[in-house]
């Protein structure tokens, strides 16, 4: 068997990254190089992509960011604040040789941890870490077929929302990158979490929305904006990435119509599917929602490395939630504060 011969690379160093990645079915928006870009620059994370070049071809693909915080100790992710990021292995490639390499490298690196966000194939015999939920929408169909699949309560609120006059716009200006991270901030305090750094979202707006990798949809009541997504695309691949909302307007049910003709817009546009991103199982709400629209759910299985035990272990989510009952009744302000100042040891 020939050599693994790896190569560590920054993607952002290569001009025909995403043309190299995009002839992967396995790859998402977030093997693409403006993601990389986006997230490193804004929490100052190291690049460390694991590769193997054939020609025009990747036949290996982990991508990883070291991040190396006093908080929260220095360890590899792939990827920090992405839903999913599966490592691409050739099926001729062993994949427990890809990963031992990089066992190796993270002990030099005195790295705590890895993280896989994604592998179920690469790791068929390890116990996850956490699991999510993923929901996958087939635009192969026309419009109307696409409908016709969704569930009547989706359906019934779509209508609603065209009723109550809610006027959905699509943008890619940095004005409604604005307008929807002020959404985003209430919705997040809904939630008991600190709002991202408006940092990294102006790096979505200059490494994807500026440059026609994805835009801002907005949904107006009164010429108020009152709900917002965030949709990425590359390849033949949509994303929704970010919602937000006042719950004010919560029965209007403008979030529905905005999902609505951004689906339109992917099917008329020529992409082949539209992916809901990834859902905690504790929301159940959420789950419920993304399955409406008549996607395919699937699991999402993360993987955590002790690299000090040398053993796989579980992630205790229980500590996560335990601070956002205190945060929701945070000032917004003092949310932004914390969001500034913790994000990237968070990631």
């Known amino acids: 068997?020939?050599?693994?011969?790896?190569?560590?690379?920054?993607?952002?160093?290569?001009?025909?990254?995403?043309?190299?990645?995009?002839?992967?079915?396995?790859?998402?928006?977030?093997?693409?190089?403006?993601?990389a870009k986006?997230?490193?620059?804004?929490?100052?994370?190291?690049?460390?992509?694991?590769?193997?070049?054939?020609?025009?071809?990747?036949?290996?693909?982990?991508?990883?960011?070291?991040?190396?915080?006093?908080?929260t100790g220095k360890r590899g992710v792939s990827l920090p604040f992405t839903d999913y990021c599966?490592?691409?292995?050739?099926?001729?490639?062993?994949?427990q040789k890809v990963f031992d390499y990089i066992i190796t490298y993270g002990k030099k690196e005195a790295w705590k941890y890895i993280e896989l966000r994604g592998g179920e194939s690469f790791l068929p015999d390890v116990t996850p870490s956490t699991q999510f939920y993923g929901h996958i929408l087939n635009l192969t169909q026309d419009e109307e077929q696409i409908f016709s699949g969704f569930r009547n309560s989706t359906k019934r609120n779509i209508k609603k929302a065209n009723k109550e006059g809610i006027d959905v716009r699509f943008s890619k200006s940095l004005?409604?990158?604005?307008?929807?991270?002020?959404?985003?901030?209430?919705?997040r305090?809904?939630?008991?979490?600190?709002?991202?750094?408006?940092?990294?979202f102006k790096k979505v707006y200059d490494y994807i929305i500026d440059k026609d990798l994805g835009f801002v949809a907005l949904a107006f009541y009164?010429?108020?904006a009152i709900a917002a997504a965030v949709y990425l695309h590359a390849g033949n691949?949509?994303?929704?990435?970010?919602?937000?909302?006042?719950?004010?307007?919560?029965?209007?049910?403008?979030?529905?119509?905005i999902m609505w003709e951004a689906i339109k817009w992917s099917c008329r546009n020529g992409y082949k599917t539209f992916c809901f991103g990834r859902t905690d199982p504790a929301n159940n709400g959420l789950r419920q929602f993304?399955?409406?629209?008549?996607?395919?759910?699937?699991?999402?299985?993360?993987?955590?490395?002790?690299?000090?035990?040398?053993?796989?272990i579980k992630d205790n989510q229980n500590i996560k939630r335990s601070y956002t009952k205190i945060m929701a009744n945070m000032p917004i302000p003092a949310l932004k504060a914390i969001g500034v100042l913790l994000y990237r040891h968070m990631g």
Not at 43 to 66: A, D, H, S, W
Not at 189 to 200: D, M
Not at 291 to 305: A, M, Q, T
Request: hydrophobic content about 35%.
């Open 189 to 200: 305090r809904q939630h008991g979490l600190p709002p991202q750094p408006f940092k990294f």
């Open 175 to 187: 004005k409604s990158v604005k307008e929807f991270y002020r959404l985003n901030c209430l919705t």
């Open 237 to 257: 691949k949509v994303l929704y990435k970010y919602g937000a909302s006042d719950i004010t307007y919560q029965n209007l049910r403008a979030n529905n119509l």
């Open 290 to 312: 993304k399955s409406g629209w008549g996607s395919k759910e699937n699991i999402i299985n993360y993987y955590k490395y002790d690299l000090r035990k040398d053993t796989f």
């Open 1 to 35: 068997m020939p050599p693994l011969n790896l190569k560590i690379i920054d993607p952002a160093e290569y001009p025909d990254w995403d043309n190299l990645i995009l002839s992967n079915d396995n790859c998402s928006f977030f093997h693409t190089s403006a993601w």
């Open 38 to 71: 986006t997230i490193c620059e804004s929490y100052n994370y190291k690049p460390i992509y694991f590769t193997q070049r054939n020609g025009n071809r990747l036949p290996v693909l982990i991508p990883i960011m070291e991040v190396n915080s006093i908080l």
């Open 86 to 95: 599966e490592p691409i292995v050739d099926a001729s490639i062993p994949s």
């Open 222 to 224: 009164n010429e108020i």
